[in-house]
């Protein structure tokens, strides 16, 4: 079965540019989310999408959005990128079942903002 | 305010000797915790979990206890390997939502 993908692996953008973030998840699973690696910071939830819809979301301002397709395949868009916006972006996948989570990541998209 | 916390950013232990890693939360309603490892440039994966009916979950060299009336839970890594050196995360579930602590980077010296 093959793992999480995630394209581009690797990104550089200018402060005001625009990126988008693109991830397949593991075929079946139709729960995918969305974290902000920084150093010091840990893992920060930025959304989650399960079949087309967002179901949870965490505390990102409203430049950071997402969605997600029939196919279960997910994009996350920064708009307006700031220098603080360099992170690692990592999406995982799961079945969605409540109460029991888990979630099969990608290996990231690192993003640099100059 | 941080809902899953592991207070120790580092911890460093000998190889063959036990590693100890600690995390607390705050929610009572969490029915679900996870420990995740990650290595540089790769995603976490999935290290072992533990529903909150239990209070221990072994495999192979990695234990997990929980302690609900404390909120708080730990994994055993037992003997450490310098193959285990990595960033471990903690992390807590109710319903559809996953909390992940911030992480402690575990060095095991050779």
């Known amino acids: 079965k093959a793992g999480v993908t995630q394209t581009p692996r690797y990104l550089i953008k200018t402060r005001g540019q625009q990126v988008t973030l693109s991830c397949s998840p593991i075929?079946?699973?139709?729960?995918v989310s969305w974290y902000q690696q920084t150093p010091g910071q840990g893992l920060q939830f930025l959304f989650e999408?399960?079949?087309?819809?967002?179901?949870n979301k965490g505390n990102f301002p409203g430049r950071f959005s997402g969605r997600q397709f029939s196919n279960s395949r997910s994009e996350m868009n920064v708009s307006t990128l700031e220098l603080g916006d360099s992170a690692l972006y990592l999406c995982?996948?799961?079945?969605?079942?409540?109460?029991?989570?888990?979630?099969?990541f990608g290996p990231g998209t690192r993003l640099t903002v100059l | 305010d941080q809902q899953v916390k592991q207070n120790s950013p580092s911890l460093s232990v000998q190889e063959g000797r036990i590693s100890i890693l600690n995390c607390d939360y705050t929610?009572?309603?969490?029915?679900?915790f996870l420990w995740y490892k990650k290595y540089p440039a790769e995603g976490p994966t999935f290290l072992i979990s533990i529903s909150s009916i239990k209070d221990k979950n072994e495999d192979g060299r990695f234990t997990v206890f929980l302690n609900k009336s404390a909120k708080h839970l730990s994994l055993h890594i037992v003997p450490s390997q310098p193959g285990d050196s990595a960033v471990y995360f903690c992390a807590a579930s109710v319903y559809d939502k996953v909390i992940f602590g911030p992480g402690t980077s575990l060095s095991v010296i050779p």
């Open positions: 929610n009572s309603m969490f029915d679900y």
């Open positions: 995982a996948s799961s079945t969605g079942q409540p109460s029991y989570n888990e979630q099969f």
């Open positions: 999408y399960f079949s087309e819809t967002q179901r």
């Open positions: 075929s079946g699973h139709r729960s």
